[in-house]
C-alpha cells in the first residue's frame, strides 16, 4: 500500500495542473469525519447557499485531509449537492492549511477557492502546491486543480 500511495503521489507531483477527484458525497462525508470545532473549519459563502468544511478521514494514514462543498442543487425542490473534494478517489491530501483558504467571486466562471495544500509523496517526503476549487452556482458544475507551484492564487 505505501509503494502505491508513493507511486501515486510522485506522479501527481510530477504534473503541473491536474484535475483533482470531486465525487459526490460517500463515506468520506460522514460527520464524524468533520474536523473540530466545526465553526472553525467550516465556513459559508453566497450569503450561507454554499458551505466548505475541512475533513479528516484518519484513512489512509498519510492522506487523510478532504474538502466537503455543499451546495445549491439548482432543482425546484431545494435541496443540496454535496461534493467531497480529494486528491483521488479515496485518496485525500497530506494537509490542507484551513487557515490560509481565500475565496473570491466572478460572475462569469463562479466561486474560486484557493488553498494550499501538502501532497505526500513517500515517508518523510511531500510537495506543498495550491489546491483550486470552482463552483459555478448556476450550473452546479464544480472543478478542482493543483496548481503547478508556479501560478499564483488570485
Known sequence: MNRFLSALALALAATPA??????????LALAGNLVEPWETHS????????RLALLD?????????HLLLL???????????CNVI?????F????IFWDELEAVYDP??????????????????????GLRVTMNQATG????????????AQ
Open 18 to 27: 491536474a484535475a483533482q477527484s470531486v465525487s459526490n458525497c460517500d463515506w
Open 43 to 50: 465556513r459559508t459563502f453566497a450569503n450561507g447557499a454554499v
Open 57 to 65: 478521514a484518519m484513512e489512509p494514514g498519510a492522506v487523510p485531509f
Open 71 to 81: 451546495s445549491p442543487s439548482g432543482e425546484e425542490m431545494g435541496g443540496r449537492m
Open 86 to 90: 480529494s486528491l483521488e478517489p479515496g
Open 92 to 95: 485525500g491530501f497530506h494537509n
Open 108 to 129: 462569469a466562471v463562479g466561486l474560486t477557492f484557493d488553498i494550499p495544500v501538502e501532497i505526500w509523496i513517500d515517508t518523510g517526503n511531500s510537495v506543498m502546491r
Open 141 to 152: 458544475a464544480v472543478d478542482a486543480e493543483i496548481l503547478d507551484g508556479t501560478e499564483a
